[in-house]
């Protein structure tokens, strides 16, 4: 349907092209009235080349969006489209003036000094035009990323010129990082002002996550980490394997050395009546909650079947 619209549109703007060309030179209607003061063939003839520019643009960006579309990598395809878009309406605006006044130096001058007068009056838009372009090209975020930004959470549906569109995760609704169902729409102009967090879609689509027990001291340490570490590996080591080597291929990448694990590992942080073990994995963030869910089911029944080896605080209910 798009590339019949488009081919249309191109035709139709040839169309009015040679329409408009043959009215310039030939003069068919002289004998026309005025039209506000103009002859009718400047009014038509120009009105035609309008219509031409216009339809023309249209068709050739119609056929690049669905060439585009066509492409596996939706995030570029997003981009390269917002650029066009970006790129036909300059192009078009500065060719329909120019057909109107033909006179390009007084153009440019008068856009110059039009410009300067928006600077002044549209700072906020044009900021969040500047941002569009520096998320454009150091890409700290794109479509389909679940990203925060400000005090804004959620997963990136549409980045346009002037603001980006979020599907709302957390929220005054939900909690533990479940979609709400509302759109939040930020501008763009917020990124160079405020922090800018990327849940996994920058150079690796994992982060590490920890679900936490707390036992009493009384507690057979050694097992317990066992039975965290054994319930891990067996609901997702595969899986975290594949992410330890994207985690390590997107950290060469940075001058930044860190210490990455093979497995699962389990921290110790002690407290006034109880030890909490704390089992940090590495998850894709979308499942990172429902993954936390069945890893706490999975080993607090492990847990319960062993009450000479496993004991809770005695505040607490088995």
Known sequence: MRRSVAVGSILVGIAAMLGGAFVARVGPLETWPTIVGYSADLVVGRGLLVVAVTALLFGSYQLLVGVLMRSPNKRRAHNTRNLLRLAFGF???????????????????????IGFAITFALQQPLLSLIAWVYITVKQPYG???????????????????????????????????????????????????????????GGSPYVWNEVGIQVAYETDLEFARAVMREEAEDLFGEEMAEGIAAYREALAETPVELEVYDHPTINVTQGDSWVELRLRYLTQPRRGQRVKNELYERILDRFNDEPDRVSFPVSRNR
């Open 91 to 113: 192009i078009g605006t500065i060719a329909t003036l120019a057909v109107l006044t033909e006179n390009w130096l007084g153009l440019l001058l008068s856009l110059g000094v």
């Open 143 to 201: 479509v389909g990323d679940r990203v925060r930004i400000d005090d804004a959470k959620g997963d990136v549906i549409e980045i346009d010129f002037l603001v980006t569109t979020l599907w709302e995760i957390n929220g005054e609704l939900v909690t533990t990082n479940q979609p709400s169902g509302r759109v939040v729409t930020v501008p763009n102009s917020v990124v160079l002002s405020s922090n800018v967090v990327n849940f996994g879609g």
